[in-house]
């Protein structure tokens, strides 16, 4: 139930996977306008989190996998001293979406990634666009990102 207790935690990438992989036609289908298969390079993404540039968060009821995300660290290629924390994916199931759960789990990732990051910025997908959830946060639309199949 969405009401059970949660539970937010930094995670290694393989040591939730199996409950990533539950989730993920789900969160594709939520999100994507673009037809291709998923086929992650789990192996970079390990390489990624082993060197630092990879932090993934998972988000845990009393019985339940309800969400996770993960960020790319890196430095800004355009502003020297700037590190930036890129979100890759951000899934929280339907259930959990309610409430303060959203709010909990943002505010909770901003505390983690405060230390390694002097900004955080979500790719927002248009056919699942949160960005009404994110505002009251104090993040503001910055870019537009189009895609285009080859």
């Known amino acids: 139930m969405a009401s ?3 539970d937010f935690k930094r995670e290694l990438i393989y040591d939730f996977l ?3 992989l539950l ?6 289908a939520e999100v994507s306008n673009v037809a291709r298969p998923l086929s992650p390079r789990w192996d970079r993404y390990a ?6 540039h990879l932090i993934c968060f998972t988000v845990r009821s009393e019985k339940d996998f309800a ?8 430095a800004d290629i355009h502003h020297e001293t700037q590190v930036n924390a890129i979100c890759d994916v951000l899934y929280l199931k339907p259930e959990y979406r309610n409430g303060f ?3 909990r789990f943002i505010r909770f ?10 900004s955080i910025s979500f790719n927002i997908k248009i056919k699942k666009d949160f960005r009404p959830l994110l505002y009251p946060l104090g993040y503001v639309d910055d870019e537009v990102i189009v895609t285009k199949s080859l």
């Open 4 to 6: 059970d207790l949660m």
């Open 101 to 103: 759960a959203f709010k």
């Open 23 to 28: 989730l993920a036609d789900q969160h594709k």
């Open 18 to 20: 199996d409950d990533l």
């Open 109 to 118: 990732i901003e505390a983690e990634l405060k230390p390694l990051a002097d």
């Open 47 to 52: 390489a990624l989190e082993q060197s630092g």
């Open 67 to 74: 969400g996770y995300a993960c960020f790319f660290i890196d």
